[in-house]
């Protein structure tokens, strides 16, 4: 299996494909199966790079708090000893948001992004309910928000099949280690943009889910509208992990941006 020994953290990854390199970064408890959907149709013509970052997957997961910088920096660090710099970036959800600290703290690295299911900062019912879930799972293990995370996730009416769709997720998420779930939650709360957007000049892609319970498409496209560089676009019959409910959409729109980078 590849790992990244990176003095302080091993981080687990996936390539596929050739080409331009693209690093994908997941959703809060997601890793390199996020983006099994797309990864065929997209390794046709570019380099895919999958990371579980710390706390995730087959990642290591280290006891005590995190924050947003630890998890950038290890994210700069693999980047830098695996010589795969400047790149396009692709986050989803908590991706998103470790993609925009990435670009705001290392520019050059940054080629464009794609951001889907992104926020300009931390709505405060967004820190009342994932707090909430930090605590549950913390005290009680993952199983105790499962249900509730994966049925908001994937609404009826999404582009796939909802049931496949809900069981698939909900075992991916139960495998997640409750504790480390719960200092990435936490980290994620923390993170402020401070008026840092309108810093971020390169190409950039918002991407909203028209039934994401979580960031709305109107919080999308405020991101959008921080950002000198992007545009915004919302998908139909999408959740708030668009690469997991309504994966052709998805990787179609992710396909053109890309392809409009090499123009």
């Given amino acids: 299996m ?14 596929h494909g050739a080409g331009p390199t693209v690093l994908f970064l997941p ?20 380099h895919l790079v ?41 986050g989803c959800a908590m991706g998103s948001i470790v993609s925009l600290e990435l670009a705001l703290q290392s520019p050059e690295t940054v080629r464009s ?12 019912r967004t820190k009342v309910y994932a707090g909430q879930r930090a605590r549950d799972v913390r005290e009680r293990g ?15 009416g999404t582009e796939v099949p909802v049931e496949q769709a809900r069981r698939e997720y909900e075992a991916n998420f139960l495998a997640n280690d409750p504790i480390a779930y719960a200092a990435l939650t936490e980290a994620l709360l923390a993170w402020e943009n401070r ?5 971020i000049r390169c190409p950039c892609l918002c991407l909203a889910g028209d039934k994401d319970f979580m960031w709305e498409p109107a919080t999308v496209e405020a991101t959008a509208q921080h ?27 992710v396909r053109s941006f890309l392809d409009s980078m090499a123009v």
């Fill in 2 to 15: 590849p790992f990244t020994e990176l003095g302080n953290i091993s981080l687990y990854f996936e390539e």
């Fill in 27 to 46: 959703e809060l408890g997601g890793s390199t199966r996020t983006w099994r959907h797309v990864v065929g149709p997209l390794s046709q013509n570019y």
């Fill in 50 to 90: 999958l990371p579980d970052i710390r706390g995730t997957g087959l990642s290591e997961k280290p006891l005590g708090a995190y924050s947003m910088d630890v998890i950038v920096d290890d994210i700069l660090r693999f980047i830098k000893l695996r010589e795969l710099g400047p790149l396009h970036l692709i």
């Fill in 113 to 124: 992004l794609v951001l889907c299911s992104v926020s300009p900062d931390i709505p405060e």
């Fill in 142 to 156: 993952m199983r105790a928000v499962s249900q509730t995370s994966t049925v908001n996730s994937f609404p009826v």
């Fill in 195 to 199: 008026g840092r957007l309108a810093d």
């Fill in 227 to 253: 950002l000198p560089g992007a545009t915004f676009e919302c998908i139909e019959n999408a959740g708030h992990f668009p690469p997991l409910s309504a994966p052709k959409s998805f990787t179609n729109r």
